[in-house]
């Protein structure tokens, strides 16, 4: 098979030749050692030709707009907004974490406007990936999800929490409008073709429990979610939810919204494999479980051997499993590892098990 057909058979509950791999490739160092050079920016090209030069089998490719990630190189230590309004202070690759929000009150959100959809640049990455994928991987689109934006972007955790009771509307309002835009560049890309799969990360957990209670949850989330979920199945694509932290309360209504993948079943945070592989079997996709944390930094490349074919066992028989880590490979791993990983699932994830 190649790539993009494994991939999407084991998304969809079915086996493939072998258990696909998909890893969020966060890492310069890995750019260096495999291509001969790095790039400033999170860049298409780039990232096609490292996946599959590692021999993994996707390409997460984000919008153009994905909070964090920037559009133009920055200095470091470098204060700066982007087209949401979010301030920065370079810091990191290619994620950058926000220090201020632009919305506060109902005032705010009134002179508020969302970023142009059609921007000139909005599918730039995606574009790039699609030209240079030879290796026919599949492509995962990655949008952000409606909490992740509304708690970390739109506005601090400190006032969402109070805007939860003394305006609950104002929440309702900007994550209704978040999710519509949301669709629109979904549909924007994939008519461009090329898209593969839908990824939404949104992390709703810690890692010892939800960031806010199943109930507020059920309120203000769950729906738009699957509003999310939903309209981007009918543009033809399946779904896939990025969600850190231990979400064991809010899994079910999750799965119920129609994702067919849940990553990255973070074991850090106490999310069991097993438990998810059984409990959802047919529904739902695990990607991911190997520990990023300790494992696959701290770990000897036989440790990391070690887990990845306990997650194989686990979760590997009757199909519908994806290898990764459980969140990303970064600078703080070491290469070795990182083959220890890829080759050991291509080794003994290859079906008949």
């Not at 005032?107 to 059609?118: I, M, N």
Request: hydrophobic share 40%; charged share 25%.
């Amino acid at each position: 098979m190649k790539p993009r057909e494994r991939f999407l058979t084991a998304l969809n509950g079915g086996i493939p030749d072998r258990v696909p791999i998909c890893e969020h490739l966060f890492s310069r160092k890995l750019l260096q050692e495999q291509l001969g050079y790095t790039t400033i920016l999170y860049d298409g090209e780039a990232q096609a030709k490292l996946a599959a030069k590692l021999g993994i089998d996707c390409i997460w490719t984000p919008i153009n707009g994905f909070c964090g990630i920037e559009e133009i190189p920055h200095e470091e230590n470098e204060i700066y907004k982007d087209e949401w309004g979010v301030t920065y202070k370079k810091n990191g690759w290619p994620i950058i974490a926000q220090i201020d929000q632009p919305i506060e009150t109902r005032a705010d959100w009134e002179q508020y406007k969302l970023p142009e959809v059609k921007a000139p640049y909005r599918l730039k990455i995606l574009k790039d990936t699609i030209k240079a994928n030879e290796a026919d991987l599949a492509v995962v689109l990655g949008l952000l999800g409606p909490f992740t934006m509304m708690t970390w972007y739109f506005m601090d955790f400190t006032d969402f929490s109070m805007a939860l009771f003394t305006d609950p509307e104002l929440v309702h309002e900007i994550v209704d409008a978040f999710v519509d835009w949301n669709l629109e560049v979904a549909k924007l890309a994939k008519d461009t073709g090329g898209v593969d799969v839908f990824q939404i990360s949104d992390d709703w957990g810690g890692s010892t429990g939800l960031l806010i209670s199943p109930e507020h949850f059920g309120e203000f989330f769950i729906k738009p979610f699957e509003k999310l979920v939903q309209g981007l199945k009918d543009l033809g694509a399946p779904v896939i939810m990025h969600n850190d932290g231990q979400i064991w309360d809010v899994l079910d209504d999750l799965v119920a919204t129609g994702i067919q993948g849940f990553h990255p079943v973070e074991k850090a945070a106490g999310m069991d494999l097993k438990i998810v592989k059984d409990r959802y079997k047919g529904k739902l996709c695990p990607v991911g479980n190997v520990n990023n944390k300790t494992t696959m930094v701290t770990g000897t490349p036989d440790e990391v051997v070690a887990e990845v074919k306990e997650c194989l066992e686990i979760a590997a028989p009757g199909g519908g499993y994806i290898m990764s880590t459980d969140h990303s490979l970064h600078d703080d791993i070491p290469s070795e590892n990182v083959h220890a990983l890829i080759e050991t699932t291509h080794k003994f994830g290859t079906y008949p098990l």
